[in-house]
């Protein structure tokens, strides 16, 4: 039996589903013109706002100005050292350093792909040694996946510092009935196209509870602008971190069939997660937590992903390696501290980590020749 061709993600299928409600969407604004902070930016955010249940959301130009616009807007500089952790996409640390602040980059825990929290008290030392001060953390929910909020916020209002919920990939993603937007002191999302609600080009959003970090947030967005002053009263450094009304009037439509979309990828989890052979760690969530899924990502069997990668790509399963180098192995990043395992466990996911197909348009049998391929992989 043939299948369709698997896309690694299909925005083409989606397209079919709700393109002809998006294009009039783009049409309205359109005909509207206001293409900057027109009325669908207000709408997104009160949407977002509703979807998550967060105190206030503040929409802006990419996953990245989120992470940046959140560190300004807690008056991250020079002198100040942010805990990361050492498997991340670059934005992640790069948001820290941008501003001349240090990132103290901490090994991630082989299963979940999140910070192993149990090292950030050695950070917090590695921190006081190198003459910095530490003010917080940036938390990655790798692949989807919430980080161990439940250890890491109580930790961090111990010592008096901020978490910073890099959520980029983690949209829509729940603990404990939960959303991801409220946990931390400020959450930084993406909806690049290829995340798990994304637009059709740059965007992303912050959501926090506190209502001076949001005005803050909105100042900074428009180049610092005073929110009582005129015009031309400009109150602290900002930049220019808007959103598009023509990305907020897509992510609109969008939002519509984020929960049916995400279903299907948690569903595909489940399944990928019972069906694979256990020596690919397949990942699963577990207790009250529900993963966005942005990525399934499995573990290659020693030394055999080189391997496993073409086999798959014979097949037409086409996979992705995020990511292919730890950061303490980046030219740019090598440099900053670090609190790494004596054999890293970053380093060891770099070499063995494969993401799989798992958008929500996959067909059943499209799902079970990835799942046989992998299967039959292992008795080769
Ligand atoms: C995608 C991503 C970002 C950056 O988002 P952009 O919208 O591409 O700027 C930041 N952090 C993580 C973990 C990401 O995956």
Redesign the pocket.
């Known amino acids: 039996m043939t299948t369709e061709p698997i896309q690694f993600v299909d925005l083409k299928a989606q397209r079919q589903c709700i393109g002809a409600s998006i294009d009039t969407a783009i049409r309205t604004v359109l005909e509207h013109g206001q293409y900057i902070m027109g009325p669908e930016v207000a709408a997104l955010e009160k949407a977002l706002k509703d979807y998550t249940g967060a105190g206030a959301v503040v929409s802006c130009s990419?996953?990245?100005d989120a992470?940046l616009m959140s560190l300004m807007a807690l008056g991250v500089g020079k002198g100040d050292a942010v805990i990361c952790p050492d498997f991340?996409?670059t934005?992640?640390p790069e948001s820290i350093a941008l501003l001349g602040a240090t990132p103290i980059l901490v090994d991630v825990d082989r299963k979940t792909y999140n910070v192993q929290s149990n090292l950030l008290d050695e950070a917090k030392s590695v921190a006081a040694a190198g003459g910095l001060r530490l003010r917080g953390t940036i938390a990655?929910d790798?692949f989807g996946r919430p980080a161990d909020y439940e250890t890491i916020v109580p930790w961090a209002n111990e010592n008096g510092l901020f978490v910073l919920a890099?959520a980029?990939?983690s949209f829509g993603a729940t603990k404990g009935g939960q959303s991801v937007g409220t946990f931390g002191t400020m959450t930084a999302t993406?909806f690049?196209p290829a995340?798990p609600l994304g637009c059709y080009g740059?965007g992303?959003a912050i959501f926090t509870d506190d209502p001076e970090l949001a005005a803050k947030l909105t100042s900074i967005r428009s180049h610092g602008k005073s929110q009582t002053g005129g015009k031309y009263d400009i109150d602290r450094i900002g930049l220019n971190g808007r959103l598009d009304t023509l990305q907020a009037a897509i992510l609109l439509e969008k939002l519509g069939i984020y929960d049916n979309e995400k279903r299907r990828r948690q569903t595909l989890a489940q399944r990928f997660f019972n069906e694979l052979n256990n020596a690919y760690c397949p990942p699963s969530d577990s207790g009250s937590l529900r993963s966005a899924w942005a990525q399934y990502t499995i573990q290659a069997p020693d030394g055999r992903r080189p391997e496993l990668r073409s086999y798959l790509d014979d097949r037409g399963i086409p996979t992705a390696i995020y990511y292919p180098k730890p950061l303490h192995k980046q030219k740019a990043y090598k440099n900053f501290p670090k609190v790494l395992a004596e054999d890293p466990f970053s380093s060891a996911l770099a070499s063995s980590v494969l993401s799989l197909p798992i958008h929500p348009y996959l067909s059943d049998a499209q799902q079970l020749k990835i799942i046989e391929a992998l299967n039959a992989f292992m008795l080769t």
């Open positions: 990419s996953g990245t992470l991340t996409y934005a992640t990655v790798l890099d980029a990939q993406s690049f995340k740059d992303g």
